[in-house]
């Protein structure tokens, strides 16, 4: 059974600092890896994706990607109330099968 | 690029009536798309898998009579909840696949599904 693991939270943090979800895989094969952010009761919308190991940066957040870890995550510098919001790892284990975490909820207190 | 729409956004509808669910790709096209259903509260639920052309791949314990999965082209699939029931009440939710490139899913707005 591939699985993708998320701690459900929720992580608290306050206005302007790092938030820092993390999400971990157990198919070794995994090659491209997401990260989705739903609003409550809206779909997912599609943040960043990485293929690489290391990280990717893209203003305000970045994806960190270990492979040997089986390990993925997610930095929100900044974070704003805005940022409030449940986020998805996503891991694509190849072939047209995407499995989904549980998601973390994240709150940015004012 | 790579927007997806669902109509109707959302529905409520008798118990025993059948419900639509249209998902298009409007920018791009698309061989695959996704159908998944959210309950309250929960992570998404993958449904079915649908390429153009072909049947649907459904998920183990998901209905294949009850959620009729058509992808008629590359830019349309549509989801029919037949005889629904209370129980059905759910979010749900399509994504698209570009067709070549990239594995990225691309979500639609999701409908509401509301049965009385």
């Known amino acids: 059974q591939k699985e993708v693991e998320q701690n459900s939270g929720p992580l608290s943090v306050p206005e302007g600092a790092i938030a820092s979800l993390n999400c971990t895989y157990s198919d070794r094969g995994s090659q491209s890896f997401f990260w989705y952010r739903q609003y409550s009761g809206k779909s997912p919308e599609l943040i960043m994706f990485?293929?690489?190991?290391g990280d990717k940066e893209d203003g305000r957040f970045t994806a960190q990607l270990n492979k040997a870890s089986q390990y993925v995550s997610l930095l929100i510098r900044d974070s704003q109330p805005s940022d409030s919001a449940t986020y998805l790892c996503a891991v694509d284990t190849g072939g047209f099968k995407t499995i989904f975490g549980a998601g973390t909820r994240l709150f940015v207190k004012a | 690029g790579a927007v997806v729409s669902q109509h109707p956004s959302w529905v409520i509808c008798k118990s025993g009536t059948s419900v639509k669910i249209e998902c298009r790709s409007l920018?791009?096209?698309?061989?695959?798309m996704f159908w998944y259903r959210q309950f309250p509260k929960q992570s998404l639920m993958l449904m079915a898998t649908s390429n153009e052309g072909s049947k649907a791949t459904y998920e183990q314990g998901v209905e294949k009579d009850k959620f009729l999965i058509n992808h008629a082209s590359l830019t349309l699939s549509t989801l029919t909840v037949t005889s629904a029931h209370p129980e059905d009440s759910s979010f749900y939710i399509c994504s698209a696949r570009r067709e070549i490139g990239t594995d990225t899913q691309y979500f639609g707005p999701g409908t509401r599904l509301t049965v009385l």
């Open positions: 990485i293929y690489s190991n």
């Open positions: 920018d791009f096209q698309a061989t695959t």
